[in-house]
């Protein structure tokens, strides 16, 4: 019973099995059906810069427990235009929001952990980027990010101890912070940081490997 025990907590806290890194199929998202709709208040608008969102209504007047899940749900997307206007309209909308964020924090899980899910790399240090955004975003976000670290957590568990390089010597990926080791890191920090005196804890329950900040 006890040797049945030890290999159980092997099998769930140990090295990430055969097959953990593998990525899954995307799926056609809610964000892109609403979007092909005309259902978002949206337009691209380019300049020297680069590509920006044209916004037709004022952000601090949307409905944020309507529009903010559905952009989170674009996190699983891939493909132009539908992955700019995801991530750029969450970041434009976390920018905005205020106290209207985190009454919405529940109906943001689902989407989190779908993007996670895909282990695509990509698309998990798109969706860490927009975590720490949503931490920082407004009071007691971090808080109310706590009970949902079972759900997020442990495709970062996954990845953790994963650094890539490109094998020249030089690792471009450090440059646009997309060494995903080194964001997952980041990003627990963060939790840490805003989560309260319960995040830490719950972080290494999740990451046993995980160092406080």
């Known amino acids: 019973f006890f040797f049945f025990l030890c290999l159980v907590f092997f099998q769930v806290r140990g090295p990430p099995l055969a097959g953990a890194f593998k990525e899954r199929p ?3 998202t809610l964000f892109r059906k609403f979007y092909e709709r005309g259902d978002f208040p949206i337009a691209l608008d380019h300049d020297t810069k680069g ?4 916004w037709k209504v004022e952000i601090e007047k949307l409905d944020y427990h309507y529009y903010l899940p559905l952009f989170f749900d674009g996190l699983s997307e891939m493909t132009f235009p539908y992955d ?5 309209g969450i970041h434009d909308m976390l920018e905005h929001g205020g106290n209207k964020i985190l009454p919405v924090i529940p109906e943001l899980i689902i ?4 993007a996670l899910s895909l282990r695509n790399r990509q698309i998990i240090c798109v969706t860490l980027k927009v975590l720490q955004h949503l931490v920082m975003s407004a009071d007691m976000v971090g808080e109310a990010l706590v009970p949902y670290y079972r759900q997020i957590l442990p495709v970062l568990n996954i990845f953790k101890n994963m650094n890539v390089n490109t094998g020249d010597g030089i690792d471009y990926s450090q440059q646009k912070r997309e060494n995903i080791g080194d964001l997952i890191q980041e990003t627990l920090e963060i939790f840490e940081r805003y989560g309260g005196e319960n995040a830490s804890i ?3 329950y999740m990451i046993p490997t995980y160092e406080s900040c």
Not at 51 to 54: D, E, H, T
């Open 111 to 114: 989407p989190i952990k779908n």
């Open 202 to 204: 719950n972080i290494k």
């Open 84 to 88: 700019f206007f995801a991530r750029q």
């Open 26 to 28: 995307t799926k056609p």
């Open 51 to 54: 590509n920006k969102i044209n």
